[in-house]
């Protein structure tokens, strides 16, 4: 785990006298800073110079709609996760609870028992803007165990 990140930030900001805007954040160190007008967002890019806080765009007069991307580093109140190839488990057991439709449509409780699940090394993450939570699928592999156990499905009768 790491206390700090770089993450992109986009900024719509209206150029003062001079055809300067100041961002909220100093870009990272290296980090390219992207401007374009807010009718042509990510369209062509204007030449701007920058210096700290404060980007200088070639031609722009005061009032000017812009839109500024640029990366910053996030140093507070982080904490930033990474999942790497190499950093994955190498194999696990999984409890879980799940339903089964009978022929009757009947559901039934059943709860499983994975003994030997190893992830592949691809993943997917679906997000969504509405509030909805994101959702992590890693597809896994079911191995047997050294007792030849592979999967377990319990029925507990009421």
Known sequence: ?????????????????????TLTDTPASGAAVNVFAADDDCGTAK??????????????A??????VYYVKDITDKVQKISVKGS?????????????????????LPYKFIAYKVTPQSNMSISMSN?????????????????DNEMLDLILEEE
Do not use: H, Q, W
């Open 47 to 60: 030449t701007a110079t920058v210096a700290n806080k404060t980007v200088t765009i070639t031609g722009a």
């Open 1 to 21: 785990m790491s206390k700090s990140a770089k993450f992109m930030v986009r900024e719509e900001l209206t150029a003062a006298e001079g055809g300067t805007v």
């Open 130 to 146: 509405n509030g909805d939570p994101a959702t992590i699928t890693i597809t896994c592999d079911l191995m047997v165990n050294d």
């Open 87 to 107: 950093s994955f488990p190498k194999a696990f057991t999984v409890y879980g609870d799940t339903v089964m439709k009978t022929e009757s449509d009947e559901l």
């Open 62 to 67: 005061a009032g000017d709609k812009v839109i």
